[in-house]
């Protein structure tokens, strides 16, 4: 099946930011990514900014190295590549000075879609905003996309919505959760919201848990310094983590539309009931011979900071009241392997003797690797025996039923940047969103300190502290293995 692509607007979109990592092996390679599907005519300019003094020339060599190197297709076409380019071009430009920005403003055009990603830290979140105002480009119908990490607390989401909130209306604001730009994300709100099938069993009558895995196989890597401030519980369980877990919880929203959406999700978030430190495990990857441990690879021997959690929480509202849902998320697992798991409970009443053993249903969505949903079903084992049961994959893999070549499959990033031109939020985070995000998250964390207690070493390649397996166990259920 070969989707179907709807071009956008002619656009300019400005990366502030352009000759950062970002923008290297994410932005530019999706925005070449839609411009070869067609996504993207040849009147649309993209335009990087940054403080390096470069000419669009050279800008222009930098996104092809980017694209050829980032790209995740078999070859980069070289007439495409030089077509794409030609919508290519760079300014030099200080957030925190006025040179450039005269510039710039002479450079995008009025009256057609304007975005301005803000490809650069938060810090600097602020100059920006107030210098497109400054240069006439914050009109109400620009756009700007922020990345992740929005704050690191709630004081400071709330101080950065703030002053993004004095140059931009919300509708402007475009808070990039790249794992809301994933196919089976959305698929997970097809399967629940276009099917009569699973609707009626969402809820503690019919489901027993819910697990939430985001495993990682690499370590820390070169962003030591600033994952050592962060943590697991910063850096993935408030966002990522948080969003999927909106998505399985919510209600469903009156209409697939921006608002009904984020207003859904934000109803479980303020129903989270915080986590007591009996129900949460964090832990800290050791090393091996291969690998150096979290404390040399960051260069701090007495970190404290968790590079795995895994907890268990409750939602207080009618649909979910007693069911238990498990979030698990760390670095240098076993796999990269993210999956919901949604667990349904056993049958009221088994027909079968016992040789029949206990079965349950399990419906799988799969983000990463080989997007997919399953459900797990019980039927006969075959042969001539008596009745044993055995539990079957009805596999959905997407690449399989959508078309054999996966690089019709947008990556996230692709999706969210077309989003942004076509003005849908969607798929974006609202600010309430985040703060109350960050109102759950951020007792747990001041809990932790208070305590002063470490997070418990794990061996690289495996599934993580025991403690978070006993976790499971004494409610006499267990995680799911971490397989792609
Ligand atoms: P980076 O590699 O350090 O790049 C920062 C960019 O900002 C560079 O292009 C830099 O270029 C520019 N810059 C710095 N100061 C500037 C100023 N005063 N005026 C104009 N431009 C300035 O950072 P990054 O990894 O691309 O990350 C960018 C943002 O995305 C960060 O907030 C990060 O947390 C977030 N993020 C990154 C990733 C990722 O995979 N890299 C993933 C998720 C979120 P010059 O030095 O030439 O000015």
């Known amino acids: 099946m070969v989707s179907r692509v709807i071009p956008v607007e002619p656009f300019d979109l400005v990366i502030i930011g352009g000759t950062g990592d970002l923008a290297r092996r994410k932005i530019l390679p999706a925005l070449y990514q839609r411009f070869v599907a067609g996504q993207i005519g040849k009147e649309s300019q993209i335009i990087g900014a940054a403080r390096s003094e470069m000419e669009t020339e050279s800008y222009r060599s930098f996104a092809a190295e980017a694209i050829r190197e980032f790209t995740d297709t078999d070859e980069v076409k070289p007439r495409k590549l030089a077509a794409f380019l030609k919508l290519v071009s760079y300014v030099t430009l200080d957030a925190k000075g006025e040179a450039g920005w005269k510039t710039l403003s002479g450079m995008v055009q009025e009256n057609r879609i304007r975005a301005f990603y803000f490809s650069v830290g938060?810090?600097?979140?602020?100059?920006?905003?107030?210098?497109?105002?400054?240069?006439?480009?914050?009109?109400?119908?620009?756009?700007?996309?922020?990345?992740?990490?929005?704050?690191?607390?709630?004081?400071?989401?709330?101080e950065l919505n703030r002053i993004l909130a004095r140059h931009f209306d919300e509708s402007q604001i475009y808070r990039i959760d790249h794992?809301?730009?994933?196919?089976?994300?959305?698929?997970?709100?097809?399967?629940?919201?276009?099917?009569?099938?699973?609707?009626?069993?969402?809820?503690?009558?019919?489901?027993?848990?819910?697990?939430?895995?985001?495993?990682?196989?690499?370590?820390?890597?070169?962003?030591?310094?600033?994952?050592?401030?962060?943590?697991?519980?910063?850096?993935?369980?408030?966002?990522?983590?948080?969003?999927?877990?909106?998505?399985?919880?919510?209600?469903?929203?009156?209409?697939?539309?921006?608002?009904?959406?984020?207003?859904?999700?934000?109803?479980?978030?303020?129903?989270?009931?915080?986590?007591?430190?009996?129900?949460?495990?964090?832990?800290?990857?050791?090393?091996?011979?291969?690998?150096?441990?979290?404390?040399?690879?960051?260069?701090?021997?007495?970190?404290?900071?968790?590079?795995?959690?895994?907890?268990?929480?409750?939602?207080?509202?009618?649909?979910?009241?007693?069911?238990?849902?498990?979030?698990?998320?760390?670095?240098?697992?076993?796999?990269?392997?993210?999956?919901?798991?949604?667990?349904?409970?056993d049958a009221p009443h088994s027909i079968f003797d016992e040789?029949?053993?206990?079965?349950?249903?399990?419906?799988?969505?799969?983000?990463?690797?080989?997007?997919?949903?399953?459900?797990?079903?019980?039927?006969?084992?075959?042969?001539?025996?008596g009745m044993r049961l055995v539990d079957v994959p009805l596999d959905m893999s997407f690449a399989e039923v959508l078309g054999p070549d996966e690089a019709d499959f947008p990556d996230a990033y692709e999706r969210l940047i077309m989003d942004v031109i076509r003005g849908n939020q969607t798929l974006f985070m609202r600010g309430d969103e985040v703060e109350a995000a960050w109102a759950w998250t951020d007792p747990i964390i001041a809990e932790w300190q208070a305590a002063g207690t470490e997070p418990e070493p794990y061996d690289p390649g495996g599934s993580g502290p025991e403690e978070a397996l006993f976790l499971m166990h004494r409610d006499g259920r267990r995680w799911r293995e971490i397989k792609p």
Not at 133 to 155: S, T
Not at 355 to 379: F, M, S, Y
Request: with cysteine; net charge neutral; hydrophobic share 35%.
């Open 179 to 345: 794992y809301l730009g994933k196919e089976t994300v959305q698929n997970l709100m097809a399967v629940r919201f276009g099917n009569m099938l699973f609707e009626p069993l969402w809820n503690s009558q019919y489901v027993d848990h819910i697990q939430i895995t985001v495993a990682e196989s690499v370590g820390v890597g070169g962003r030591g310094g600033y994952y050592d401030r962060a943590g697991a519980m910063r850096d993935m369980v408030q966002n990522h983590l948080m969003q999927l877990f909106c998505l399985i919880a919510m209600e469903p929203p009156a209409k697939f539309e921006p608002d009904s959406v984020r207003d859904e999700k934000l109803k479980v978030i303020r129903a989270l009931e915080h986590v007591k430190p009996e129900n949460i495990v964090r832990g800290q990857y050791d090393g091996d011979g291969q690998n150096p441990g979290y404390r040399n690879e960051v260069e701090n021997r007495d970190s404290t900071t968790e590079t795995f959690v895994a907890l268990k929480a409750h939602i207080s509202n009618w649909r979910w009241a007693g069911t238990p849902f498990y979030l698990r998320t760390g670095k240098r697992l076993r796999d990269r392997a993210s999956e919901i798991a949604v667990v349904f409970k």
């Open 355 to 385: 040789d029949a053993g206990r079965h349950h249903n399990i419906l799988t969505i799969r983000l990463q690797p080989n997007e997919g949903i399953e459900l797990g079903v019980t039927i006969k084992e075959p042969g001539p025996g």
């Open 122 to 158: 938060p810090s600097l979140f602020g100059d920006l905003a107030k210098r497109l105002q400054k240069y006439g480009m914050a009109e109400d119908d620009c756009r700007i996309v922020v990345e992740k990490p929005f704050g690191r607390d709630l004081a400071t989401a709330k």
